[in-house]
């Protein structure tokens, strides 16, 4: 059964306005397993993980895989010869194709908890144990944690206490990162906090637990870790290239930025509308989903999901779900997981006004929100100089409508509403106009 839950989403960098829902899908796991991580390859082929729920429920080695974007979902369990799992549990999966993934285990019941990395061929028909990763002498304290490959061959998993394996030949060898080649941990120190991100051909990022940053930019060869600024608490980064990026805290509703790949960071003006955890919407220029912590309430949290491409400046709540960090596979297709057994897919259905988007050199026009709209919308626009502005609305023969703007505005952000009231239904174009320059976008009255 499929929950649709209805919102009406601006997000200007996907380069047009769509209708988007997130769309609740059933991946086939037990009632006692939840979706625990998720691979998105494309638009079409999606694998998710579960774990159980429950620390009395029993181990479970589950896999679901659909390559029709999530509308069938195969579901198995994972086993590979001569190799007992049954104390296991999956925590972690990548996938390169419909056929060829990794999926990463971690042993349920003793401590220090061993891990287990394995590969399939055959769209998990059979796994095959790479057995260099995670050795039985090496203990894991938490157990193993993430696990990515950057192409066929090359890859990195890593675990807590300083256990990072990386590989050149697709898993078949696995070596460990010298003790050298990243910072010292700090006391009590986590360095993996349950999300990392990617960004380019060689570079990813987790946050740890101690208010720092782990970086690297050759495939987990070397390493650095800074502190984000955001004080002693979980970290989650997000970047959108490999220079760019933003970092949240547990018990924080700041933001911070880097622009030179993690080494400095800066807090932003703008905050989080509640605690959150942030996700880079792939294909697009800037544009953040951000979710709030996973356990409903915590801490005074307000569970919920929404989208800045402004870096906070503003904000669009979407729904009130409680979501995991997204795989987006492009700018219009994404899953993320939740505190259920469901994944959630962020389904866009266009509305049929869609207008490319424009970044002109000395201004910026945003699609008007709501869209459609009846009979009252908001256009924000934002000038990179100061200079006179004019904001006017025409029907589609060319007829000067309305005249929302005609007068000198500063530098930075502008807002207004615009009530069409008096207005029939049908597509207007909003346009504006400065310096010699324009941008138009279309919009949709609805009564």
Known sequence: MKTLITMILIM?????FSLADWEAQDVGFPENMQVAAYSAVDENIIWAVGG?????????????????GGGNWAFSTINADGLDLTEYITVDVFALSDSIAWALLANDIVVPHRGRVLKTIDAGDTWVHQSDAYPDIAGLHNGPDFIHFFDENDGITAGDLEEMYITSDGGESWSKVPDSNYPPILDNEDPYNGSYCTAGESSLWFGSNSGRVFGTSDRGNTWIATDVGLGTDFIWASFEDEMTGLATAFMNTQVSRTTDGGATWTILEHQLPTNAILSYVVGTESTYMYGSASIPDF????????????????????????????????????????????????????????????????MQLSQNFPNPFNPTTSIQYRLE???????????????????LVDS????????ISFDASQMTSGTYIYRLSSKGESISHKMLLLK
């Open 299 to 362: 801490l005074g949290t307000d569970p919920g999901t929404g989208f800045t491409s402004d870096y906070f400046a503003s904000t669009f709540d979407n729904t009130s779900l409680s979501l995991l960090p997204a795989r987006w596979a492009n700018a219009e297709t994404g899953w993320a997981g939740a505190m259920d057994n469901n994944i959630y897919k962020w389904v866009v259905e266009p509305t049929g006004v869609d207008e490319p988007y424009q970044r002109p050199t000395l």
């Open 12 to 16: 200007t960098t996907l380069g047009s």
């Open 385 to 403: 100089t100061a200079g006179h502005v004019s904001l006017d609305i025409f029907n589609l023969q060319g007829a000067l409508i309305a005249s």
């Open 408 to 415: 000198p505005k500063s530098e930075g952000s502008h807002r």
């Open 52 to 68: 159980k729920t429950g620390l009395d429920n029993p181990p479970f080695q589950g896999i679901s895989r659909s390559t029709d």
